[in-house]
C-alpha cells in the first residue's frame, strides 16, 4: 500500500502562475483534507471533502480551489500564486468508523511550495 | 468554536528525562483525541489515539496519553525520552458526528543527548 501520495514534493513558482497539487490515496477512503503548515501557527485546513464530487471550505480557504472528481483524488489548485501561499502542503485522508467518528489522519509526504 | 491547544510551544529535554506535554480542547460532545508526530523533514504520523474506554492510552514509542475530561485534556507522557525523540509533537481532535480534524499549533521538542 502506498498511502496518500502527494505530487510533487517540492515547488517554485512566480508570483501569478498556478500549479495544481495531486493527493491520490488508495486506502478507499470517504474523507480527504488539505492542510498548509507554516512556522508557529501548526495545521490549518484549507479544504476538505466528504465523498467524490463533494467539498468544502476549511479554515483557510481564500486563494484555493479543489476537486474531487475520483474518490481516490484530491487536487489543490493555486490560480494567482501569491508569496503568502509560500508553505508546506499536507494532504491527508481519513474514514468514519460507524459509532466512533471520525478516525486517524492518514498524511501524505507534503509538498514545500515557495512563491517568489 | 472548536478547537485544541497546546500549551508548549518549545520543550529542551536533556536525555532520558521525563515528557510530559500539554493538549487541551474546547468542545463537548463524544471527542477523539490523537497525538501525532513529526520527525524533521517528514510527515506526521499517529503515535496514539483515543476514542473511548479506558483513558490511558498507550501508543508507540513508549508514549502514553491520559484523557482527563473533567479537565478537558489530554496530555502526552513519556517516562525517559531519546535524542531520536527530537520532533514536533500535534494534538488534534474530532468528534463522533463531525468530518474534521482539529490540530493544535504543536510543541517542538528537543532532546540534548
Known amino acids: 500500500n502506498a498511502g496518500v501520495t502527494q505530487t510533487p514534493k517540492f515547488r517554485v513558482l512566480k508570483t501569478g502562475q498556478s500549479m495544481t497539487l495531486l493527493c491520490a490515496q488508495d486506502m478507499n477512503h470517504e474523507y480527504m483534507y488539505w492542510y498548509r503548515q507554516d512556522p508557529g501557527m501548526g495545521l490549518r485546513l484549507i479544504h476538505y471533502?466528504?465523498?467524490?464530487?463533494?467539498?468544502a471550505k476549511g479554515e483557510v480557504p481564500d486563494g484555493y480551489n479543489v476537486s474531487r472528481l475520483k474518490k481516490q483524488n484530491f487536487l489543490l489548485g493555486l490560480e494567482s500564486a501569491a508569496p503568502s501561499q509560500t508553505s508546506v502542503y499536507f494532504c491527508?485522508?481519513?474514514?468514519?468508523?460507524?459509532?466512533?467518528?471520525?478516525?486517524?489522519?492518514?498524511f501524505g509526504q507534503g509538498t514545500r511550495l515557495t512563491v517568489v | 468554536a472548536q478547537s485544541v491547544s497546546q500549551h508548549n510551544h518549545h520543550v529542551i529535554l536533556s536525555e532520558a528525562a521525563s515528557l510530559e506535554l500539554g493538549c487541551n480542547y474546547s468542545?463537548?460532545?463524544?471527542?477523539?483525541l490523537f497525538w501525532y508526530v513529526q520527525y524533521p523533514g517528514q510527515h506526521l504520523q499517529l503515535l496514539l489515539k483515543y476514542f473511548s474506554g479506558d483513558p490511558l492510552v498507550k501508543g508507540i514509542k513508549g508514549f502514553e496519553a491520559e484523557f482527563i475530561k473533567s479537565k478537558f485534556s489530554f496530555n502526552l507522557r513519556k517516562p525517559s525520552v531519546q535524542w531520536s525523540d527530537t520532533a514536533e509533537y500535534f494534538c488534534?481532535?474530532?468528534?463522533?458526528?463531525?468530518?474534521?480534524?482539529?490540530f493544535g499549533t504543536g510543541t517542538s521538542l528537543t532532546v540534548i543527548p
Open positions: 471533502s466528504v465523498g467524490e464530487g463533494t467539498t
Open positions: 491527508a485522508s481519513s474514514y468514519q468508523d460507524r459509532g466512533r467518528g471520525n478516525t486517524e489522519a492518514f
Open positions: 488534534a481532535g474530532g468528534t463522533n458526528t463531525g468530518n474534521q480534524f482539529y
Open positions: 468542545y463537548g460532545g463524544t471527542v477523539n
